[in-house]
DNA sequence: CTGTATCCCCACGGATACTG
DNA sequence: CAGTATCCGTGGGGATACAG
């Protein structure tokens, strides 16, 4: 009995994870609709903004902008200005997103393996 | 030269994929806030409306019921009526909703290698 | 306890125009 | 080509009340 009392507090008055869970935490830097696809075509090597721009599909150009920021002041993403005219930028993974794309890519492989059942669902969900 | 020319179309006038690749597909499964971390949670066992409403910590009443209802219209979460009265509603993955979450874990990883670090974010974001 | 139905606000996100 | 700024609609999502 009087297990576990008295647990040793912090310094700085015990602030407790802010989230509920490790997915938790991942979500709060990878969620929403577009970062993740950003990651995932830049885990083919550095893409200037316009080639982002294409190979995600259907973004328009303000979310892509404010996503890029978004995962460069998170430390996922490293953006490179070279400086020339016309503007000639480059967009990176930092080891950091290169890890979290590495954990990206199971959903990558579920994704390709369940293609025709997903699409089927879109299809059901319009009726 | 000429390869790959005349390629054999498909009956139904070659409908074109509606994903931009595999990624894209499963974010269409589990895309938003939520529905990462329901499955998540399932990923133990079948629970019980309430369990999940607390286990999801900060999840609204509606978007609980709405995310599980969009779920297992996608076949990934079952949902069984006990017919009790007080009700009693159990919800577990599917095998296909196993699947899935088994992607998910290397998410769940990352976050909890890197929860001091996006802790730390968050902080900056408001600054 | 589980689920349905409203009200209602805000921010997500698209379209467009303008600058260097 | 890359980026900023503005306008503006839609709907995501919270709070609340109610039903079985």
């Known amino acids: 009995m009087h297990l576990l009392v008295s647990i040793k507090m912090n310094e700085k008055t015990l602030a407790p994870s802010p989230f509920i869970c490790g997915l938790d935490a991942t979500l709060h830097v990878v969620g929403g609709k577009?970062?993740?696809l950003i990651l995932h075509f830049l885990a083919g090597g550095s893409l200037r903004y316009g080639e982002l721009?294409?190979?995600?599909r259907g973004i328009s150009?303000?979310?892509l902008i404010q996503q890029l920021k978004m995962l460069e002041r998170d430390g996922v993403v490293s953006r490179t200005d070279?400086?020339?005219?016309?503007?000639r930028v480059d967009y990176a993974l930092t080891p950091l997103g290169?890890?979290?794309c590495e954990a990206l890519r199971p959903l990558c492989s579920w994704g390709d393996q369940h293609t025709e059942t997903i699409a089927a669902m879109l299809e059901q969900r319009e009726a």
């Open 34 to 36: 577009w970062k993740p």
């Open 53 to 56: 721009k294409r190979s995600v």
């Open 82 to 87: 070279h400086g020339e005219i016309p503007p």
């Open 61 to 63: 150009h303000k979310m």
């Open 98 to 100: 290169h890890s979290l």
